[in-house]
């Protein structure tokens, strides 16, 4: 258990600078950006999902945090807060790197990454300027408002730092009992549920990218290495994995129906993925 303490005050700790940079950049724009600059921001989100598979790839989940922030703030698109869910690295990256697994190899799985979180960011944007006629107003303000945070009565540093501290909490909290629960079942009964199961392991190794810390990647790499699941599988869950940012979604973003749709189509995305270069036979 006091490595399970350990391991959430860790990983909660290496996140901070990304959500008070998120915080700092929706509270720069709340408080200093003329409307002009706002519909500047707005409009470069037709980029977003290209920007956002690249940054996505970079072995930090702090990045996925930052993306649900601006989403929640609408800086952001929905394409491009998939194509960072969907690319995001988490611990894989350096596992990768510390077993020696050849560049080639390492390179070709964050490739497919990339393109798969680009091709569904760029696609889901697409379907959401056809669909949807009204575009949705910059909802920095209502952050702030679900947050309680009376940014109008202080700077911007000590709003983004409440913001920061608030989130930073609550990460720890749930980090906590999920690590825990984690401890209890065991790494090795949650391999089990995944082994030798053609399509269903995609499933299930979607199910585990859920997990809304870094074990998830750090578990999945290592089956993989271990031999005890495909690459495909592998890559199911990590496309669904995106560290804490669907802990932080579910925190800043009040829209409750609209989480559970996110959350559904990213683990739609990635196990329909898996399951395809499964059939495919992919060997790397």
Do not use: W
């Not at 860790?10 to 008070?20: A, E, G, V």
């Not at 929706?26 to 003329?34: A, P, Q």
């Not at 575009?135 to 952050?143: A, D, F, T, Y």
């Not at 829209?255 to 495919?280: D, M």
């Amino acid at each position: 258990m006091l490595e399970v303490v350990e391991d959430t005050l860790m990983d909660s700790i290496k996140l901070l600078p990304f959500l008070f940079v998120a915080y700092l950049i929706m509270e720069y724009i709340e408080h200093k950006t003329s409307n002009k600059a706002k519909n500047i921001v707005k409009k470069s989100g037709k980029f977003g999902p290209f920007l956002g598979s690249i940054l996505g790839i970079f072995p930090q989940c702090g990045f996925s945090a930052m993306a649900a922030n601006l989403y929640a703030g609408r800086i952001i698109t929905l394409g491009t807060l998939i194509a960072i869910f969907l690319s995001t690295s988490d611990e894989m990256l350096p596992i990768l790197l510390s077993e020696a697994v050849p560049m080639d190899v390492i390179l070709k799985i964050v490739a497919m990454k990339l393109i798969i979180g680009m091709i569904a960011g760029f696609a889901i944007d697409f379907a959401v300027r056809k669909l949807v006629k009204n575009e949705k107003e910059n909802k920095i303000s209502e952050v702030c408002e679900h947050e309680h945070c009376h940014c109008e009565e202080g700077g911007i540093l000590k709003s983004s730092l409440k913001h920061t501290i608030s989130v930073f909490i609550y990460i720890i909290i749930i980090s906590f009992i999920l690590n825990t629960v984690i401890y209890v079942i065991g790494e090795d009964n949650l391999a089990n549920l995944i082994l030798n199961k053609p399509i269903l392991g995609p499933c299930l190794a979607g199910i585990i990218g859920l997990i809304p810390n870094c074990a998830s990647s750090v578990l999945l790499t290592q089956l993989y290495l271990s031999g005890v699941i495909s690459v495909a599988t592998m890559l199911s869950g990590l496309l669904v994995g995106a560290g804490v940012g669907i802990l932080i979604l579910c925190k800043v973003n009040k829209n409750i129906k609209e989480n559970a749709s996110i959350i559904g189509l990213l683990y739609a995305i990635g196990v329909v993925a898996g399951i395809l270069l499964e059939i495919c036979g992919l060997q790397i």
